[in-house]
């Protein structure tokens, strides 16, 4: 186990609704990262968080948003979902700027638009 | 611009054989190299990386890579494969000037009993 959470485990959510997706990072991380998996797919890079500013992003239109708190969790949130938004969401913690910057991920959020 | 190759999308082996998973890349500067492997429903595990120093690299369940700068490729290996080394195994590689990590489509990996 790796140490990274993130809520909730499932999602079914309808076309043009909102969704916010949670991730609490490892202890000791202070940089938290977003992908999207689709199905048969490897994950595309959403955007990285590191103290609580964007610090990068892939190629995702603005109604994907992100927060980064003081404790270095962080929230990924998707409005006016669209059919091609249900993916596995998986969030990665690391510790920036350390020789170790390796990624650990949690176990995903599997959401699916109707 | 960065991106990374799995050639395979799936890899049969022998329980008991040497197992090889292919991965090639393309990075702009000094690569940063990882394998990550995804049981189904689940999120990936990191296995091993390679930042700098030896080719040859030792990663979690006996699973090593080997870099290979002039063909530009991060294969990895196994001596003997498990039953339970059936899985997706996706590689990923950044440049030492961001953290985005670009990833590979993923090799399902079967391995026979």
């Known amino acids: 186990e790796t140490g990274v959470t993130q809520s909730p485990t499932h999602l079914i959510k309808t076309r043009g609704q909102q969704v916010t997706l949670r991730c609490s990072s490892q202890s000791g991380h202070n940089t938290v990262s977003w992908y999207q998996q689709a199905l048969g797919q490897g994950p595309q890079f959403i955007f990285q968080?590191?103290?609580?500013?964007?610090?990068g992003r892939g190629n995702f239109p603005p109604r994907f948003s992100g927060l980064q708190f003081p404790n270095y969790s962080s929230e990924l949130n998707v409005n006016a979902l669209e059919l091609d938004d249900s993916a596995l969401y998986l969030c990665?913690?690391?510790?920036?700027?350390?020789?170790?910057?390796?990624?650990?991920f949690g176990p995903g959020t599997r959401l699916t638009v109707l | 611009a960065q991106s990374v190759a799995q050639p395979e999308d799936q890899v049969n082996v022998a329980e008991g054989n040497p197992l090889t998973v292919k991965c090639t890349y393309s990075v702009s500067g000094n690569p940063y190299l990882f394998w990550y492997v995804q049981y189904p429903n689940r999120g990936l595990q990191f296995l091993l990386k390679?930042?700098?120093?030896d080719n040859l690299v030792k990663g979690s369940y006996g699973f090593e890579a080997e870099f290979n700068k002039s063909q530009t490729s991060f294969h990895l290996k196994k001596p003997s494969a498990l039953v339970s080394d059936s899985a997706l195994y996706f590689c990923?590689?950044?440049?030492?000037?961001?953290?985005?990590?670009?990833w590979g489509a993923g090799t399902k990996l079967i391995i026979k009993p």
């Open positions: 990665a913690s690391s510790l920036v700027g350390s020789r170790t910057d390796t990624q650990y």
């Open positions: 968080y590191y103290r609580e500013e964007e610090n």
């Open positions: 390679y930042i700098t120093g």
């Open positions: 990923a590689v950044r440049d030492g000037s961001n953290y985005q990590l670009i």
